[in-house]
């Protein structure tokens, strides 16, 4: 059988990175000589693979919508060369940048997996040899054709993903859908319902950064801080709030919003728990949300929404039309309880 060709996209990330006396650091060309000296990179399960440096390398901190997009147009140049595309990634704002791909590369006939690690790959005990190894592994034997995160044995919708565990090798998980696969001693399939798609040729978005607020609701917020987040050029409020939607019900504070909200700025509801959906019918300290213009964000991650808003404020069409695509299910990335 021909073997599959995969090209990775090595934009950063601790995976590539090397010892010096001020901690790890990213060097031109030491991953690459790194792979080269690995008997398993070079084994016949394994596909052929061609690598593709950044220059400069991204630490996935300094991540933003200019980088998602010259990794969507880089994955859009070498669509057709390739079997599929590995994205070696920072895991900081790995789920962010799996997220927006999501959102900018539409009709997906072709996987991409986007791994990291989180001790380098030169070092003995690193997790990021095997991330790799199974991701190209997966590519060539195990097709999903669309944007997933591989972490510590699991293979997750890429905007369903978020960091969970800051020093683990379980760094990732999707809290309101389970993985996609499972790779233990034999390769599971752990979520049957495949986000179905028709399939027609790629279409490559356009994203640029937006304005938009992420608030936190605690116990005594002051309107005047809602007020703040609220300023011009905002276009967009992510309200994190209690359990299945709730806030406060300060007359201020649900002022704040209702003016935000004629000035059509999008106000999207998303739960603080780290599982869950928002209902704001629940109480009527979500309904007061409801009636003041503020949308569920339903089961969204929070990584999600955010990409999901500047994708949509990125196009040509109306808020009215912003507000209903968030909360239509795009790419799999939300579910409707």
């Known amino acids: ?23 790890y650091i990213p060097i031109t060309g030491y991953f690459q000589k790194q792979l080269i000296k690995m008997p398993e990179f070079h084994s016949p399960e394994i596909p052929n693979f061609f690598i593709k440096e950044y220059n400069p390398l991204i630490d996935s901190s300094n991540m933003s919508p200019i980088e998602w997009q010259k990794i969507a147009d880089d994955i859009k140049k070498n669509y057709y060369k390739y079997d599929g595309f590995v994205v070696l990634h920072g895991t900081d704002t790995m789920a962010y940048t799996a997220s927006a791909l999501s959102f900018i590369l539409e009709n997906l006939e072709k996987p991409i997996i986007i791994t ?35 972490f510590n044995r699991k293979l997750y919708r890429g905007n369903r993903t978020t960091k969970s565990n800051a020093d683990g090798f379980n760094a990732f998980s999707s809290p309101n859908i389970a993985p996609l696969l499972e790779v233990g001693i034999n390769i599971r399939y752990l979520y049957k319902n495949k986000f179905l798609k028709k399939y027609k040729h790629l279409k490559v978005y356009k994203i640029k950064p937006q304005p938009i607020s992420i608030i936190t609701i605690y116990p005594g917020i002051s309107s005047k801080i809602l007020k703040n987040f609220l300023l011009h050029p905002v276009k967009a409020l992510i309200l994190c709030t209690y359990g299945i939607g709730n806030a406060p019900q300060n007359k201020d504070f649900l002022k704040e919003l209702y003016i935000a909200s004629k000035k059509n700025i999008i106000i999207i509801n998303l739960t603080q728990c780290t599982s869950g959906n928002v209902n704001m019918n629940g109480y009527a300290t979500g309904n007061s949300l409801k009636k003041v213009g503020v949308i569920s964000g339903y089961d969204l991650t929070i990584e999600a929404a955010l990409t999901k808003l500047h994708f949509l404020l990125s196009q040509d069409i109306s808020i009215e039309k912003i507000r209903i695509q968030m909360q239509n299910n795009l790419r799999g990335e939300l579910t409707h309880y």
Request: no cysteine; net charge positive; glycine share 10%.
């Open 1 to 23: 059988m021909k073997k599959k060709n995969i090209y990775i996209a090595y934009t950063g990330g601790t995976i590539g990175m090397q010892k010096s006396n001020n901690g």
């Open 116 to 150: 990291g690690s989180q001790i380098p790959i030169a070092e003995i005990r690193s997790d990021g040899t095997q991330n790799l190894l199974n991701a190209l592994f997966m590519i060539a034997n195990y097709p999903i054709n669309e944007v997933t995160v591989f």
